[in-house]
């Protein structure tokens, strides 16, 4: 049986938890989610969305949209990817999210162990906080089905890469895709795909 997830870190103040999807695609955005949830918020649900299935986080997302006190996303595109890298894409997504949100917090938690700090709110990484903290956990739900739903999307203008099905990971069909096809305006340039091809548009 897993563990409890924690409904805050800091339980007297306006806190939000931020999560990333993406990072580690060959192509298509960084996204990010910042959820403000109320203290009576309960979910038998609510997990890592890693630990959940396609169907499940599609299902939660409405929940979690609708009992939130506050939520945003954050997209940072792979263009922009290439120019700052991944890392600082990752801050920068959650940096929009949080800039989205219709409540200022008073503290962020975030998912992971770096974070380049947002205007003056104090924060505080958890390695692992998706799996720790229902904020955090509810943000990871909703960055990787906003994100899943882009690369759906964007699968129909390429179908040879399988995004629907790979949302832009390097799997070995994606990146058999990309030796057969070259790469296309999606692909992050800056990491490694296997081979330098043409861009197709």
Not at 22 to 29: Q, T
Not at 176 to 189: E, F
Request: charged letters at 30%; glycine letters at 6%.
């Amino acid at each position: 049986m897993r563990e409890k997830l924690l409904p805050f870190l800091k339980g007297n103040i306006l806190e939000a938890g931020c999560d990333e999807a993406g990072r580690g695609c060959l192509a298509g955005p960084v996204f990010a989610a910042s959820v403000i949830l109320p203290h009576d918020f309960e979910h038998p649900d609510i997990n890592d969305s890693k630990q959940l299935s396609e169907k499940k986080r599609v299902q939660l997302r409405p929940f979690i949209e609708e009992h939130a006190i506050a939520f945003a996303v954050g997209v940072v595109d792979e263009k922009e990817i290439d120019q700052i890298n991944i890392l600082n894409a990752s801050f920068l997504a959650m940096h929009r999210a949080i800039d989205a949100l219709d409540k200022i917090p008073e503290h962020l938690i975030i998912d992971g162990n770096r974070f380049k700090t947002y205007k003056d709110i104090p924060h505080t990484t958890i390695v692992k906080g998706d799996a720790k903290y229902k904020s955090i956990a509810a943000a990871s739900i909703l960055a990787k089905t906003y994100r899943d739903e882009f690369m759906e999307k964007i699968a129909t203008e390429f179908p040879q890469y399988g995004w629907d099905k790979n949302k832009g990971y390097p799997t070995k069909p994606h990146k058999q895709a990309i030796k057969d096809h070259g790469v296309t305006k999606y692909h992050r340039l800056t990491f490694n795909l296997g081979l330098e091809m043409p861009t197709l548009f």
